[in-house]
């Protein structure tokens, strides 16, 4: 079995996979100041609670956006799991050629999204990623990465509206029933599930304009993912896992034994 940690600055997702097979996927808050051991009986319980052992993890791999937290969770998994895991760092064979200004800039997590998407649909692409940030990859008819957007996250956005404000008060994030809002609440939920919706989809046909190619497959991932999704056309597949299934494959590309 393999472990897959994809490090986040909110969550800190972590997978297990028995050869093709995912056996166990769970997430915990990423904290900085968290030592190794910490992290290390958090992850002995979450395996154990699971029917996973320790020794059963053969290798692992770890994409970080927390360069803080990179050699504490490399320590994590040689103390409690025994095995020295791949860090997806300049030199990691990617099959992905980075057609950018400077490859250095692009986060890991965008790059394993760009190499999962490419391997389970083909191309051209644009994945969408509803993390912290909300970010665009595309991917022309050639398979290479050639830019992108970045733009606000959606629940960053909502704490920037809280936290600015006197009055506002911290809301679910959801679909409301109506656009026009009846209450504070709902005037909130609106602004930020239709906002959002609408941002992915005018970025989206922007990008489409600018491929000059209207057959591009739009995948999302991330958080909040599926909820946006329900609203708008221009997402054709919600595929939460890439991310994960996207170091699985990196790990087997870079090892002889998986």
Do not use: H, W
Request: a neutral charge.
């Amino acid at each position: 079995m393999i472990i897959c940690l994809d490090v986040g600055n909110t969550n800190i997702k972590f997978a297990v996979y028995d050869g093709d097979e995912l056996k166990l996927s769970f997430r915990v808050a990423t904290e900085p100041k968290k030592t190794s051991d910490e992290y290390g009986g958090q992850l002995l319980s979450i395996l154990g609670n699971n029917g996973v052992s320790p020794n059963d993890i053969t290798g692992g791999i770890i994409s970080s956006v927390v360069p803080q937290l990179d050699y504490t969770l490399d320590r994590t998994c040689t103390t409690y799991l025994k095995i020295k895991p791949l860090m997806l760092a300049p030199g990691l064979k990617t099959g992905l050629n980075l057609k950018v200004d400077n490859a250095k800039e692009v986060g890991a997590d965008r790059v394993v999204n760009n190499v999962a998407a490419v391997k389970k649909y083909g191309y051209p692409l644009i994945i969408v990623d509803f993390g912290t940030a909300t970010t665009f990859n595309v991917i022309n008819e050639k398979g290479d990465f050639i830019g992108g957007v970045i733009a606000p996250g959606i629940k960053g956005s909502l704490e920037s509206l809280v936290s600015g404000t006197a009055k506002l008060p911290r809301v679910e994030i959801e679909r409301p029933s109506a656009v026009i809002g009846k209450n504070t609440v709902t005037n909130m939920q609106s602004g930020i599930f239709y906002g959002f919706a609408g941002l992915v989809e005018f970025i989206v046909k922007k990008i489409k304009r600018e491929m000059k190619c209207d057959n591009v497959t739009v995948i999302a991932t991330g958080g909040f993912s599926e909820i946006i999704a329900k609203e708008i056309s221009c997402i054709d597949k919600v595929d939460k896992l890439l991310t994960l299934d996207g170091l699985k494959y990196l790990y087997t590309l870079n090892c002889t034994e998986v």
